[in-house]
């Protein structure tokens, strides 16, 4: 089983329309830290989340940490075919290193 | 200012076969992490490096080794090649703060025959 449970696992949807993401964990991270990547290059770091109940607006998307920093979620306003990609969330385990968890990550299709 | 670096970017083994991949990180970042990322399982954190010592360790088999060199750049090898160890390995920098970004090469394909 995944550390940290993303969810839905696929969405398709219409350009204009919103959309969340959730990302779980019954574990405590130090900080969580989403990611967004397209077909044949890395992730490319959208946002860190540190403090629990954090919210950070980016543009159109969202980010939430839990209160307990259990969990997060991304919601994204009036999507565009450009937000087409592959989202992850990741989880910094332990206090010392880079040792990040990373979600199995939701892919998403934004039609025109 | 050039980001992660990852050599080559395709790659096609046999069984048995070892490989090892490159990777240079960002100027000034001291933190290398490498990850495994497959359709099934997701991005799966092999190991980091830091100042040329490995400072954390993921739960994958002994074949899979890494080192860094006084200059930070990494590499990583695989020995006795698997079916399964087909993925995008990919390469990750920091500095050396622990909640610093990552920031992430473009990954070396590998695909094992």
């Known amino acids: 089983t995944q550390l940290l449970e993303q969810s839905p696992q696929f969405l398709s949807i219409q350009e204009g329309e919103n959309l969340t993401v959730y990302c779980n964990s019954s574990?405590?991270?130090?900080?969580l830290q989403w990611y967004r990547q397209e077909p044949g290059e890395g992730p490319v770091l959208l946002v860190t989340?540190?403090?629990?109940?954090e919210v950070k607006k980016l543009k159109r998307l969202t980010f939430q940490f839990g209160d307990a920093r259990k969990d997060s979620s991304l919601h994204i306003t009036a999507a565009q075919p450009g937000d087409t990609g592959l989202y992850l969330c990741?989880?910094?385990?332990?206090?010392?290193?880079?040792?990040?968890?990373f979600g199995a990550g939701t892919i998403l299709r934004v039609k025109s | 200012k050039a980001g992660v670096t990852q050599t080559p970017r395709y790659l096609i083994k046999t069984r048995g076969q070892q490989v090892t991949l490159s990777c240079s990180p960002i100027?000034?970042?001291?933190?290398v992490s490498w990850y495994q990322q497959t359709p099934g399982q997701g991005l799966q954190f092999l190991f980091e490096?830091?100042?040329?010592?490995?400072?954390n360790k993921g739960n994958f088999p002994g074949r899979f080794s890494g080192r860094q060199f006084s200059n930070s750049r990494s590499e990583m090898n695989v020995s006795t090649l698997e079916l399964g160890d087909s993925a995008l390995y990919l390469c990750?920098?920091?500095?050396?703060?622990?909640?610093?970004?990552?920031?992430f090469g473009n990954g070396t394909r590998l695909t094992v025959t």
């Open positions: 100027s000034g970042h001291r933190s």
């Open positions: 490096y830091f100042s040329e010592t490995q400072r």
């Open positions: 990750a920098s920091s500095k050396d703060r622990v909640d610093s970004p990552l920031h």
């Open positions: 989340v540190v403090t629990g109940g």
């Open positions: 574990s405590v991270f130090s900080s």
């Open positions: 990741a989880g910094l385990l332990g206090e010392y290193g880079n040792k990040l968890v």
